[in-house]
């Protein structure tokens, strides 16, 4: 992984740059902006933030206000129905070599993006993808069960 706080290039073990893009699905939730400012805080940025939405574009836009840029964030309108719609949505638009998925009302730990490029590296060339379980907390910080 490179150690330069910028876009991710992370260098593969395969010796080539692997590019990520996150996807965002969403309907537009206000914490939307609380996924935003956890992203921006990762260690290594992701090379693209792709937000698949299903809602009026003048929220969005005010939402991302000021991510633009640091995140490279790009929005496509969902096509299709539902959550499968949005899934095959970004499947058809996402740029990188790897798309990481995460929740519109999720907070990414600081080394979260690092952390899935190594596990997808260590897996070798035959990789499809990597799962992870979410944990959840109430807003007081208790942990969810």
């Not at 260690?43 to 991510?67: M, Q």
């Not at 790009?74 to 995460?102: H, S, W, Y």
Request: charged share 25%; aromatic share 6%.
């Amino acid at each position: 992984m490179n150690s330069k706080n910028s876009k991710s290039s992370y260098l593969s073990k395969r010796g080539f740059d692997l590019k990520v893009s996150i996807v965002i699905t969403t309907a537009c939730r206000k914490s939307l902006r609380s996924t935003l400012e956890g992203l921006a805080r990762q260690r290594a940025k992701p090379d693209e933030v792709l937000l698949v939405h299903s809602c009026d574009k003048s929220f969005l836009t005010e939402v991302i206000e000021g991510f633009e840029k640091p995140l490279n964030v790009q929005a496509a309108p969902q096509e299709g129905l539902g959550i499968p719609g949005a899934v095959n949505t970004a499947i058809r638009r996402f740029e990188g070599d790897v798309a990481i998925f995460i929740d519109d009302d999720a907070i990414p730990p600081r080394p979260w993006v690092g952390r899935y490029v190594e596990a997808l590296d260590a897996l070798g060339e035959e990789y499809a993808g990597v799962s992870s379980r979410d944990v959840l907390f109430e807003p007081s910080g208790a942990l969810l069960r």
